[in-house]
């Protein structure tokens, strides 16, 4: 165990060149100038005050800088864990404590001690949990709920969109504000130049790559800027009742964490599992991407230590749950990221526009941010990739659209929950199927294989059975279901020999399954015996006394001895 | 599909000779004698009147009699599954609607239902979601918390025991009833001295088997009838405050399902859920165990029909849920049951108790009751279990003991749920690990084995690798780092050949996975190429874009025409 297994940054901090300052000072600003107005706008998506969003793009990605295995994932507010905040505030038990800011810093808080605790149990491995229709249907179905959620600021309705009948949705439509509209739709037309059509028009003007990526994406403060000066200008927010963001305190996160009220911790936890597991699974998605790209590697059980980590600085600092956001960690590589300097300090960008910009802040119209965020998570809704999945593979496609219409129709958590329900279910039956094959004696020599793809010799009182997978719970009852049916074909049967030269790990229900296979086979008269077992597996077995219940049966060292003694 | 697929009983039914009925009928009256008693206690158990009990020993075991494929499974209430009825009507959003009955009869319905879904989608499979060592660490915890609970009715104390502290549990104790406490030892005495010592006498007279299983199942029955005339004969329960059963409806229950209240049905759903997983799997294990021995066969999925139309039974006749028990399965079993028509005969004979011996069971006293249940759990309390599942395996045992401290300490549902959990974690962990092997050529032949285990030839620019499981989201990204590090033993590759023989399933996760490493393996100027493919795996593969993503690598069909073209 050395240092740098903890703290990969003193991996690469000795090796940090001029080179890569260059490339990761131009890609903290460009990222920074992101940070700001999606920090506020998904602390408002997730129903919290805007600080707790602009706390979390501090701390957390600095901490992350320090144990994280990615070099350019940008840790900070992202907007599907901002939507489950939300669900989980919006929880009755939840909702009905009023203190909306103490529990999405609880959250943050466990959020982070269950990565951690992932991370000492090295249960990198629980990515392989959730698979990627889960994944995908799953973020369609939280982005379309975004949207949804995004169209009262933008259209400055006074109540939630209603779509229950027509003349409700006609009623709340027509309470949109005229003014909120316009800048929201303003702000959209902006975004949406700011994309391809800008870069297109770049692209035709020679500029270097990264200077385009720059311009691009300075889309979104643009909007900010120019939604606030508009509003300072003609008075939007008094005159024409247009929402604003309004004030933000200008001091930087105060560290320390007071109370623990225990049932509001248990109440919050199971929501924070699913955050923690999402968060988790989309942040080492989003790293290995450009890991691939880069030819780097990343190491799961770090990256849920730095992610725990950075989730519970941003708990101490006052800040909502983080994890690395896909859009943000796109830009901060294409702006020439080469490290985690860069986030390091972005992290410094957005704390001095903390404490120097805060005032200016109050202005930026809600609508504005909601035009931030459609534009942000529209690209997340992949429709398409349904189509794509069934046509492949059905079964996965199921698993994709009632994972998206669980998120829709029964909830965040419900929905992410039938996912993985359903992809261990199909799992189990795939796999509950193992590999496993009646052989024989090619002749004149002492090799075993297949009857069904050799010219093999059998004998009428021997049947011999090569077992190709461990045995667990899931698998065994395959196994002693597929030996009572070749006794059906073969009913002179006297002795079963079961080759366990691929066996490698028999848990303790195989075990018991095998204990009572035997006894059933000793009552019809017939013996079971193994052969080629590997010594782990018959150390484990002495332990126990499945070898005194097996006699008279016997284990043999190869199949040619139970052949020798047996046929 | 033929009618007995659905309905075994017209299997068995044309071949019941006058041996089976001798055999059956002396069984049923025995089983009917031990339905009676378990059926008033575990329904006071659940937190329910008896009625509902006794109601749910009538329909129910007929129902499964016609549908099921065990030829001696005992349907009707057991206490597991009323000691999780009770944890659900205890849960506050249930008990705050205080209809118990309503809320017992609806989780039978919703039991029922999901366990004809199950068919429905054939997961008679569901059995391997739940191993052995968790179980067994459910059956136990939940037996203890069964035998916490029958404390005060046999003691009579007033109020729940305390074991918070020492005076808390004095002060407790001492509000035990004197007269409650020695009708409830001594039925307990009796109940004991009707177990083994009773039956060791009788072997000694040489007496048939079967009469002395019958004799020694009447303990119930006799403390039953003695406890009720002790009550009668000395006024217990007026003038001594002796709990009794109190006033059961003499009729036989109506059919009938009144009001769908739908918040009631979604409230319940998650407890019926996990109380059909556990009375499926319960059930299917026992129907196991006297299968194995009688050399008969058990098809999960008709047992779910079975099990889910006996529920609906059930719940149609005003009764609890229920499943197979196992003590009056063995108790049927070894007192002679040939066929299901024993369970016919037997749920008879307790309508015919229920109609003219209603007003007896009044006075039986709750304390007899106890007794009853506490000599029937506690042999399913198997501590030892651990120490055998631990030193065999501990990571099955950690299972193990997690779920019974789970039962303990946060409740039913949470304990098993629990235990779900870790299984599945540790069954993904090492299934995430498929075999995969380095192969080379066998000179002279056209064979390709593992380089470990042969001596044969290789190619510094061509790595063949043998992938001998389907690729799933669980293993693929075990694959992925395979290839990654055998490309860092060996610089040079420039051609990675996968051996898909033993390949026969991808699923989608595993195709993304298996694109991307294309592309990556691209980006370091290695080319990726198929060889072996199976038929339906390359149609499947030839419905995406996968194949033309893979190109320059090619799908060759055998490896040697691989290595003919790369090496």
């Known amino acids: 165990m050395r240092l740098t297994d903890f703290l990969p940054i003193f991996g690469w901090l000795k090796y940090y060149s001029r080179n890569d300052f260059h490339g990761d000072i131009f890609a903290s600003a460009i990222t920074a100038i992101l940070l700001v107005p999606q920090g506020i706008a998904y602390a408002l998506l997730a129903g919290i005050p805007p600080q707790l969003g602009l706390y979390a793009s501090i701390l957390p990605p600095m901490v992350y800088a320090l144990f994280g295995t990615s070099k350019t994932l940008s840790v900070g507010p992202v907007s599907i864990a901002a939507v489950m905040i939300a669900s989980a505030l919006n929880a009755p038990e939840i909702s009905a404590l009023q203190q909306p800011v103490q529990s999405a810093v609880i959250l943050a808080a466990e959020t982070g001690v269950l990565m951690l605790i992932m991370a000492l149990l090295r249960l990198g491995g629980l990515v392989n949990f959730i698979s990627h229709p889960v994944l995908t249907g799953f973020t369609s179905g939280a982005s379309i709920l975004i949207v949804l959620s995004q169209l009262p600021p933008l259209l400055g309705l006074a109540k939630p969109l209603c779509v229950g009948s027509f003349s409700c949705y006609t009623n709340t439509v027509q309470t949109a504000n005229t003014s909120t509209l316009l800048t929201g739709l303003g702000a959209l037309l902006l975004l949406i130049l700011f994309g391809k059509p800008l870069t297109g028009l770049l692209k035709k003007t020679l500029m270097k790559p990264a200077w385009i990526t720059a311009i691009s994406k300075c889309g979104p403060l643009l909007t900010v800027v120019l939604g606030a000066i508009a509003v300072n200008m003609f008075d939007l927010n008094n005159a024409h009742q247009v929402a604003t963001v309004g004030h933000i305190p200008a001091n930087l996160p105060e560290l320390r964490f007071n109370a623990v009220d225990t049932a509001h911790w248990r109440h919050l936890l199971p929501y924070a599992a699913l955050i923690a597991l999402i968060a988790y699974v989309e942040s080492v998605a989003i790293a290995k991407t450009i890991a691939n790209i880069k030819g780097e590697k990343i190491q799961p059980n770090n990256e849920l230590l730095g992610l725990g980590a950075a989730n519970i600085a941003s708990a101490l600092s006052g800040g909502m749950a983080v994890a690395g956001g896909f859009s943000r960690t796109m830009v901060n590589f294409s702006a020439g990221a080469r490290t985690q300097m860069a986030m390091l300090m972005a992290a410094v960008f957005v704390a001095l526009a903390v404490m120097f910009f805060s005032p200016y802040f109050a202005a930026i119209p809600k609508s504005v941010l909601a035009a931030i965020i459609l534009v942000a998570i529209t690209p997340l809704i ?175 060292f190869r199949t040619q001895d139970a052949v020798n003694e047996l046929a």
Chains 1, 2 share one sequence.
């Open 382 to 556: 992949r429709l398409r990739n349904i189509v794509n999945t069934w046509r492949y593979d059905p079964s996965d496609g199921i698993a994709e659209v009632m994972t998206l219409l669980g998120v829709l129709v029964l909830g965040i958590e419900e929905g992410i929950t039938l996912g993985i329900i359903l992809t261990l279910v199909s799992y189990l039956r795939i796999t509950s199927h193992p590999h496993i094959a009646v052989v024989g004696r090619i002749q004149g020599t002492e090799h075993y294989r297949n009857i069904k793809r050799h010219a093999v010799k059998t004998w009428e009182h021997l049947l011999l059975l090569r077992v190709d997978e461990n045995l667990t719970f899931a698998n065994v009852n395959f196994v002693e279901e597929f030996i009572s049916d070749q006794l059906q074909r073969q009913p002179d049967t006297k002795h079963v020999v079961l080759i366990f030269a691929s066996v490698s790990y028999i848990d303790s229900t195989a075990l018991e399954v095998m204990e009572s296979l035997s006894a059933t086979l000793k009552s019809l008269h017939v013996t079971l015996h193994l052969s080629e077992a590997k010594g782990p597996v018959l150390d484990k077995l002495k332990k126990t006394d499945f070898l005194s219940h097996l006699q008279p049966g016997k284990v043999f």
